[in-house]
């Protein structure tokens, strides 16, 4: 269900997540999960539904990206978080590239988040992916970076979301009701 009222929530990328893990239940997408921090804030906010983390994990295209490597996950580091957190049963690893989009058109969410790839156009390409999917909300982290500019503007331009800044990195793309 898409709010009549959007809430004016402030907060950083995990009390965000926290904040509409609480707000709605049922199954969350994410594209971009390295060690899983973003996931199991869902996944605690949230008793019921799954979390879907799209992420290649050992790949070389984030390293470039940042040009460190420890800032990419690994399969075997996440597995063992989740399982240690005792999550193993609702977050579901899909290890590899947002695009093409791995899971079939007709899987539906109830929220999402985009934190994969931050060079342009690939967050506008997970936006035009993910809104096609998702119910209710998206959260964007890193939106202060030149590569998000597509996206946002994609986003602004799309008549069916409503785009709310959390905080200077941080926005919550909510579906507006029909
Ligand atoms: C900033 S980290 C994600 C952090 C995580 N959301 C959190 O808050 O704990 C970005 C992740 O995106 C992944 N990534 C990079 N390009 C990607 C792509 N095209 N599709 C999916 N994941 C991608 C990287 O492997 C990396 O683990």
């Not at 879907?52 to 994990?57: K, M, T, V």
């Not at 290890?95 to 929220?111: A, C, G, H, I």
């Not at 934190?115 to 809104?131: K, L, Q, S």
Request: with cysteine; aromatic share 8%; glycine share 8%.
């Amino acid at each position: 269900m898409s709010p009549r009222y959007i809430p004016n929530f402030q907060g950083n990328l995990y009390a965000t997540l926290d904040f509409i893990g609480r707000l709605y239940t049922g199954d969350h997408i994410e594209v971009g999960t390295r060690h899983g921090a973003s996931a199991l804030k869902v996944a605690v906010a949230r008793p019921l539904g799954n979390i879907y983390c799209i992420d290649p994990l050992e790949n070389q295209m984030f390293n470039q990206e940042y040009g460190n490597a420890s800032e990419t996950g690994h399969s075997a580091t996440l597995t063992a978080i989740i399982e240690r957190e005792g999550f193993a049963d609702r977050i579901r690893l899909i290890q590899t590239y947002s695009q093409p989009w791995p899971l079939p058109p007709e899987q539906r969410f109830v929220t999402g988040l985009i934190d994969g790839c931050h060079i342009h156009p690939v967050p506008m390409w997970d936006w035009d992916a993910m809104c096609k999917v998702v119910d209710n909300a998206i959260v964007l982290d890193n939106v202060d970076l030149p590569g998000l500019i597509g996206c946002l503007t994609r986003i602004r331009m799309n008549p069916e979301w409503l785009l709310k800044s959390t905080s200077k990195r941080t926005a919550i793309a909510w579906k507006l009701p029909l």
